[in-house]
């Protein structure tokens, strides 16, 4: 059973700065890649930003420049460095990870609230 546990979200102000961590657990061999997704009401699932285990990385073009995805593989963990926010940035974010598929992402985190208000 593996499980992906979010943190770090939390209630900031626009041009406010957040770093959500994911870690994984359980048993893992190895992971391809691990990317964040997020959602807002009303709205469709996006994918934010996705990294693999070499370290390639892409991001939406909505938080290109000013979003960073990174990971720790001995820690089965992703991060997202989140700075400029802007109150569209408010959504539900979620990690997901793609470990052992053919393709896609085959779990996911039950996710963490950003909410960028003033």
């Known amino acids: 059973q593996v499980q992906l546990v979010e943190s770090g979200g939390g209630l900031v102000q626009p041009g406010g700065s957040l770093r959500l961590s994911c870690t994984a657990s359980?048993?893992?061999?190895?992971?391809?890649?691990m990317g964040w997704y997020r959602q807002a009401p009303g709205k469709e699932r996006e994918l934010v930003a996705r990294?693999?285990?070499?370290?390639?990385?892409d991001y939406a073009d909505s938080v290109k420049g000013r979003f960073t995805i990174s990971r720790d593989n001995a820690k089965n963990s992703v991060y997202l460095q989140m700075n400029s926010l802007k109150p569209e940035d408010t959504a539900l974010y979620s990690c997901?990870?793609?470990?052992?598929?053919?393709?896609?992402?085959?779990?996911w985190g039950q996710g963490t609230q950003v909410t960028v208000t003033s």
């Open positions: 997901a990870a793609n470990i052992g598929a053919t393709m896609g992402w085959n779990y």
């Open positions: 359980g048993s893992i061999f190895s992971i391809a890649v």
């Open positions: 990294v693999t285990r070499t370290g390639n990385s």
